[in-house]
């Protein structure tokens, strides 16, 4: 049976991450928002319907995914799902912490939403909860069931860190009972939250990454499930690419800024702005500079907000690159 489509991690790809307000009702220790840098606003839906049509009209082809804060505290996300379809995009999603506010559920159905995304950082309330905070893992799962009951297709974000990778391998099995369709592994940025606690509270090795979530990858596509993951560490053989530069990915956030990497979020550099309604680029410097930097690192934003990433040899070169975090390797089931 063909899947639906939902973002994609790959070069070519067009995927408008909509960041329609910064408000959640859950405080994870390793939040990216920084309303600083990305406003406190609440779109209306008349902005939404605007801004949507714009990169409708700009990209074909465009997967939409709608985020937050938690996209579902917006009393008119509803609707904004609804004028996405009706502009064509390619896919839509919604990204979630599960919680599923104004009755979403009920007010959309499965030929209005691609995907239900879910935010899960541990296959237990003993590892989720002290993340995402006391009752997260419950509302979760409970709000997977329901969308899944209800006829929707549900993937699940696991955002893996120096605190849950001991985790990641119980993970397909609850994917599994959950009835959950992709998995989606991410690696802990250190920007938002993670950037004021600093990253050795937070980064895996290396090694930690290497042996633990390819292995997870392969077990969940041996049931079914269609998985994606950052490589991280780029094998020597493979070319380095910048998404910036090989894919079209905006990030929008309610302060009319739109970023094309979300390693450069906490810092007033974004591509772009929405003014007036038309979309604007910057002039220089911006992120869009920096990714032309070709250095040996590989990925020059994680050179500059996350170096521990790296490892160099005794003659100061790096042992390898570190790979984009918006291209990653996808495994489907056989
Ligand atoms: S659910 Fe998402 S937006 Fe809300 S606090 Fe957690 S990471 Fe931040
Ligand atoms: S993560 Fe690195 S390689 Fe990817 S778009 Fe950002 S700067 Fe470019």
Known sequence: MQRKRTVTFSSNATNIFFHILTQCNLKCRHCYI???QHGNQKLTLQTIREWLAIFAKKNKNANVIFLGGEPT??????????????LGYSSITVDTNGYLFHDIIDNVTPDDVDYFSFSLDGATPEVNDPL??????????????????????????????RENIHDLMNMPLLLNKLGIKRFFIQIIGIRGNPAKTGADSWQVTKDEWLETVPKVAEAAAQIGIT????KVYLPDDEKFECAGLVADNYFIFPNSRVYRCPLCEDFPIHNMELRGNKLVE???????????????????????IQPDNIIYKEDGTPLCKVACCLLKEEITPA
């Open 282 to 304: 910057r002039k220089k410097i911006n992120e869009m500079d920096l990714f032309r930097l070709d250095i040996p690192e590989g990925c020059v934003m994680n050179k500059i």
């Open 227 to 230: 998985v994606t993951y950052p």
């Open 73 to 86: 505290l917006h009393p008119d996300l509803a609707p904004a799902i609804k004028e996405a379809r009706q």
């Open 34 to 36: 920084n309303p600083e």
């Open 132 to 161: 995402r905070g006391v009752g997260s893992y419950d509302a979760c799962t409970k709000g997977v069931r329901t969308a899944v009951s209800k006829g929707f297709d549900a993937s699940m974000i696991f955002t893996v860190s």
